[in-house]
């Protein structure tokens, strides 16, 4: 039965795409009154005993006032939520808020199909009911559970709440706080990770794959991809799909895919555009798990395009399937037990421990044909082209628990959903080295944007990765040189590089390259071993090196002679570190079959641990060293956590911008009023002040803050020139604020500020706050040293919110003018921690108020004593699309 669409009065952002713990998809959205038949229709589907432990007693027909429990709703106090898979509701969750009494509880219950249940619904509609009445001002859930009903009880009990049982006659009253707890957002972080990694498992490991649009023309895509499939000799069985032909490329062919006898897992799709959905139709009729999408066509040929893109995908998910692509090269799996080539390039690299991520369809040949040329040995392959459903995010789930991945490769032409991006990389990067080439970092500016989009987008792009520990290269090659060595060698514990060889002049120009990336020579100077060395003394040499206590890491470079081709040399090396615990890398120059001599091969065939990786030039082994080594830092440095800081109050936060701010209007500047208490709910304090308009009220103001005053221009443009002509400092007495009144307000006129001065403890250095709300990445935060040096170089740090005290710390410590804090030229040492506090408190303002757009406290003037914000700016509007929706599928 087909669910009516339901009534649009509630948030957009009820509704999502969520992955269940076996990999399928549904879609989740709010009740209305026209479900009411669905609503019957999906009890007349359940068995007596569901029912019973639902209502506590036999259920025959279903009355008018059960149905009324899910669809008599009002998106406030009544809500419904419904999980929705091809047309018809498999699960809902209500909640009803009490109305009398503790008015800040509501009832929730569950109700889930029997062929649905044990998929992670009761615990997906529990996840996302609180997150909808904690939006309504409810605080608590309570609920009644038949102490028999075993599995709705660990739904509750498995949350991570902190959930209080009481026992009477079989029934079990259950009470719990809905407010997030540390281990609540630990359990929905591990349900999706489970969700979202079988999801991929499941494109990746299929047991048999038709290929729909499969054809003998060899021009065409259908082509390519079932040659592939049938080359790699593929585990399990290839089921052509082209209703014109009874078999292609020797293989049987059937007219549609419904017309396949057996189970098909994958579907590879390769007809034209305006047929995709008919295809995804009869997908969807047959049971198929999952779609690839090599057609183009949508998305990247305009706005009907897109249209068309996001019907397709809303079927598929609808019907529990994913989508990877459209517009895609589609995938592979080196596994031995599954390998599949599902993809147009004819030649993939051979199995590793490299997975790899790329965006681009187009490149995606020519960077698979590099790898396979470089011997670079992958994993698993995946080319998600328009990412209309499947993304880099959902593969960084699935290689964080895949015992075949080592080492993540990502080719990045934009981000879906960044700060998910940040959160996923960060926990996969403690374990397994990401690597990221991020294109587009010259990208014109858009259109319509702040001139300064263009910067800050790329400085949100750097602030991205080195708050997640991946490693950023600049070009393709860099990043298979970096692979090449963190899939085979161990991360540099330090900076130190022992550099060996035979050839002086090699040695010279790895010198160069170390000490101009920051790395340190041991004993300042390449050891030199002849141009005759064996292959003994140059496996001495390098047993002795790789032993050295004060050597991080090791450089080999040998150039052969004409009398010896250097392979025993290369052997005699890869003997001498089998033991070593640093890394080890190597220039051979013009050596042929070195690959072979420096690599150790497992019995799967894959390039395992101990292969010694060589580079052309010592130059681009020093590179490689360095983002390894960069790499080493960040893993050392301790994680962090988001502390609980006293003194906010979100709520109130939220009731004042709903108060200055009416929904949907366009941005504004807050008023220096809304902008102090705005601060206040978040325990920032604003030195002092007063609005005067007259001299009189200016006196009055000074004697009611206190002197010394100071008194200030409303205009930001005068207030911080560098001549200072828009304020007057240290003003001590009544004349003193006369003639500064008379004098300032002839150039900013009456309207002026009378601020008290900051103290001296706390007056050492001006910094300068803010927070950026990214049009990509969400919202940021900034600090720099105030002053117009900073300013014209634009020396300011960026972190993304949410930060951690080590990320606050970091932000601090980031400014090239930040040894100023440390005292110079005479000035006294500032307390770091009150930086870090305000750092931290600004983050948790950003996070929590996607509202405020911009906001800039310029000075907060820092010294030995604490803090003090002086000055403060900012905008609010409607909040961008939040960009860690963690609600919805990404």
């Not at 992670?120 to 609920?143: D, K, N, Y």
């Not at 809905?178 to 609540?184: L, M, N």
């Not at 374990?431 to 014109?444: D, L, Q, S, W």
């Not at 005053?709 to 560098?722: C, N, T, W």
Request: include cysteine; charge should be negative; hydrophobic fraction near 45%.
């Amino acid at each position: 039965m087909t669910v009516a669409p339901p009534i649009m009065d509630y948030p957009q952002r009820w509704e999502a795409d969520v992955v269940l713990a076996d990999g399928g998809v549904v879609h989740v959205r709010p009740s209305s009154p026209a479900d009411a038949d669905a609503i019957r229709a999906m009890h007349s589907r359940m068995s007596a005993r569901t029912l019973y432990l639902r209502y506590f007693s036999a259920i025959g027909q279903l009355t008018d006032e059960q149905v009324a429990l899910f669809t008599d709703v009002d998106h406030n106090s009544r809500v419904g939520l419904l999980a929705v898979l091809g047309g018809e509701i498999i699960a809902a969750g209500t909640y009803h808020r009490n109305d009398v009494g503790d008015t800040d509880a509501a009832e929730a219950a569950f109700l889930v199909e029997d062929s649905q249940q044990r998929r992670g619904l009761g615990s997906i509609l529990l996840e996302h009911l609180a997150a909808a009445a904690q939006e309504r001002g409810i605080r608590r859930f309570t609920a009644m559970v038949l102490t028999e009903n075993a599995q709705m009880v660990r739904v509750f009990m498995d949350a991570g709440y902190s959930v209080h049982r009481e026992y009477d006659s079989g029934v079990m009253d259950l009470e719990f706080d809905i407010k997030p707890t540390e281990k609540s957002r630990a359990v929905i972080a591990s349900r999706e990770h489970r969700a979202e990694a079988r999801s991929i498992a499941r494109l990746l490991s299929p047991r048999s794959i038709a290929v729909i649009g499969a054809t003998s023309d060899t021009t065409k895509h259908g082509h390519a991809v079932l040659a592939n499939l049938l080359r790699g000799n593929f585990s399990g069985p290839v089921y052509p799909v082209n209703k014109d032909a009874v078999s292609v490329q020797g293989v049987r062919a059937y007219p549609s895919v419904t017309d396949i006898p057996d189970p098909v897992d994958l579907a590879v799709v390769t007809v034209p555009a305006s047929t995709v959905a008919e295809v995804v139709d009869a997908c969807r009729a047959k049971g198929v798990h999952g779609l690839v999408v090599m057609t183009a066509g949508f998305a990247d040929a305009g706005l009907d395009g897109a249209d068309a893109q996001r019907q397709m995908v809303a079927v598929a998910r609808g019907s529990g399937m994913r989508v990877l692509g459209p517009n895609c090269l589609g995938l592979v799996n080196t596994d031995p037990s599954v390998r599949m080539n599902a993809t147009l390039a004819p030649v993939v690299p051979p199995p590793g421990r490299i997975g790899f991520f790329c965006q681009s369809g187009a490149l995606g040949i020519a960077i698979l044909a590099d790898a396979a040329t470089r011997g670079l040995g992958l994993s698993t392959f995946v080319s998600a082209g328009n990412r209309a459903d499947v993304s880099g995010n959902d593969l960084l789930q699935f290689w964080h628990g895949d015992d075949g991945t080592e080492v993540v490769l990502l080719y990045l032409e934009s981000f879906g959903n960044p700060r998910k991006f940040a959160r996923l990389a960060r926990v996969l990067a403690r374990t397994k080295p990401v690597i990221a080439v991020k294109t587009g970092r010259h990208a014109p500016a858009v259109p319509g944007l702040a001139a300064n989009t263009e910067t800050m987008s790329e400085a949100a792009v750097a602030t991205l990765f080195a708050q997640s520990g991946v490693i950023r290269t600049d070009t393709l090659t860099a990043a298979f040189d970096v692979a090449q060595l963190l899939s085979t060698q161990p991360v540099p514990r330090g900076d130190r590089i022992a550099i060996v060889g035979n050839s002086g002049a090699l040695g010279a120009l790895a010198i160069d390259a170390c000490l101009d990336a920051g790395l340190h020579v041991a004993d300042g100077a390449a050891l030199d071993l002849g141009g005759n060395v064996s292959p003994e003394d140059l496996a001495a040499a390098v047993r002795a090196a790789v032993g050295r206590p004060d050597v991080d890491a090791l450089m080999v470079m040998y150039v052969p002679t004409v009398a010896t081709p250097g392979l025993a040399h290369a052997a005699a090396l890869r003997a001498a570190v089998s033991e070593a615990t640093v890394p080890v890398v190597t220039t051979f120059l013009a050596v042929d079959g070195l690959v072979e001599k420096l690599s150790v091969v497992d019995a799967d065939g894959r390039a395992a641990r101990g292969s010694v990786p060589s580079y052309r030039t010592p130059e681009r082994a020093v590179a490689a060293l360095s983002h390894a080594v960069r790499y080493g830092h960040w893993l050392a440095r301790p994680a962090g956590t988001a502390p609980d800081l006293p003194g906010i109050n979100t709520g109130a936060a939220r009731a004042l911008l709903r108060r200055v701010r009416a929904p949907d209007t366009p941005q504004r500047p807050v008023t220096d009023a809304e902008l102090t208490r705005l601060l206040d709910c978040y325990g920032i304090d604003w030195v002092p002040y007063k609005a005067i308009g007259s001299r009189a009220e200016a006196i009055a103001a000074a004697e009611e803050i206190g002197y010394p005053v100071a008194l200030k221009s409303f205009d930001e443009s005068l207030r911080h020139r560098i001549d200072q002509s828009g304020v007057r400092l240290g003003l001590i007495n009544a004349d003193q604020v006369m003639a500064a009144y008379d004098d300032l307000s002839s150039i900013a006129g009456p309207w002026l500020h009378v601020q008290a001065m900051a103290p001296r403890d706390k007056a050492e250095v001006p910094t300068v706050f803010g927070i950026t709300a990214d049009t990509s990445f969400g919202a940021l935060v900034s600090f720099g040293i105030g002053g117009v040096a900073t300013e014209l170089l634009n020396d300011r740090a960026y972190r993304a919110v949410p930060l951690t005290d080590a990320d606050a710390a970091d932000l601090i410590s980031a400014p090239n003018a930040a040894p100023l804090l440390n005292g110079y030229r005479g000035t006294r040492v500032v307390a770091r921690e009150p930086l870090i506090d305000l750092a931290l408190r600004l983050s948790a303002l950003a996070d929590d108020l996607p509202e405020v757009i911009q906001l800039q406290l310029r000075p907060v003037l820092a010294g030995p004593g604490g803090v003090v914000v002086t000055s403060g700016s900012g905008r609010i509007g409607p909040p961008p699309a939040r960009p860690d929706a963690r609600r919805r599928l990404s």
